[in-house]
């Protein structure tokens, strides 16, 4: 079954309220969606959230490709999929969140063909349902506690963006903490806000507030700072912008940098 056309489309879609973390300030989200389709009309979806701090925007993405990806995609045979994406990687490199929208779209395509789900064709479900994380921005610890309590009445877990001043970000986690009770999941996000020191620090006060994983606490390619923060953090440290490449994932697992 041929690929056909490859369609892109950027999307912009406004935030209800900004979204304020340590590096960036959102009021829109900005990703772009592809479209694969095949020769019997199979249409397959993927989409990526861009952008400038991932490296990329959703014009860079459209561009390369139209420009470069969709010459080496269109024509070949759907069920050939891991071929064609050892062709993507041969011919570019870097630009993963590109790769991945017109990579998911392939897979949707495929799993529509044989009209089965997603999740089966990719190993079958091991859940039967997930927690779901809902994202505060960073705030006075008075409106954070406010919009993490309604959250959590609301069934959501919680992910508490931090400023990267200890002593501004532990009084935050406290007021969230005495609105919402102690049953409720907290984690915190840091963005690479942190030194290594000072991050131990905050992780021990994060401990005794309850919160169950502290995110991304070191600057990402500080990979000794956050073995440090691993070594003595009563939390569990999780990596995101530090983990781009299935390399950095080995260098993350095999050295322990991470739980």
């Known amino acids: 079954m041929k690929i056909s056309s490859i369609e892109t ?66 024509g070949k045979e759907l069920e050939d999929l891991a071929r064609i994406r050892a062709d993507i990687e041969h011919t570019l490199t870097g630009n993963p969140r590109a790769k991945s929208a017109l990579e998911t779209a392939m897979y949707d395509a495929l799993a529509r063909s044989y009209h089965i789900p997603l999740s089966v064709m990719l190993g079958g479900r091991y859940r039967a349902e997930i927690k779901v994380i809902k994202m505060v921005s960073v705030g006075d610890p008075e409106a954070m506690a406010a919009e993490a309590k309604q959250l959590v009445n609301d069934g959501l877990a919680l992910k508490l963006k931090v400023g990267g001043n200890i002593q501004k970000d532990l009084p935050r986690v406290a007021a969230v903490r005495k609105a919402v009770g102690d049953e409720a999941c907290i984690k915190m996000d840091a963005h690479e806000a942190y030194d290594a020191k000072t991050a131990i620090r905050l992780a ?4 005794d507030h309850g919160v169950e994983i502290f995110e991304q606490p070191v600057p990402r390619d500080q990979f000794d700072a956050r ?19 299935f390399a950095d994932a080995q260098t993350l697992i095999k050295n322990r940098m991470v739980d």
């Not at 561009?63 to 080496?72: C, D, G, N, Q, T």
């Not at 021990?204 to 401990?207: C, E, I, T, V």
């Not at 073995?227 to 530090?242: L, N, T």
């Open 204 to 207: 021990k006060g994060l401990a």
């Open 9 to 74: 489309r950027a999307l912009e879609m406004p935030y209800t309220k900004p979204l304020v973390t340590a590096t960036n300030n959102f009021t829109v989200a900005r990703g772009l969606l592809v479209t694969v389709a095949t020769e019997n009309g199979i249409e397959g979806y993927g989409y990526s959230d861009l952008f400038p701090r991932t490296g990329e925007t959703p014009q860079t993405a459209q561009h390369v490709i139209e420009s470069v990806l969709k010459a080496r995609v269109i």
């Open 227 to 245: 073995w440090e923060v691993k070594k003595h953090s009563p939390v569990k440290i999780e990596a995101d912008q530090s983990c781009r490449t």
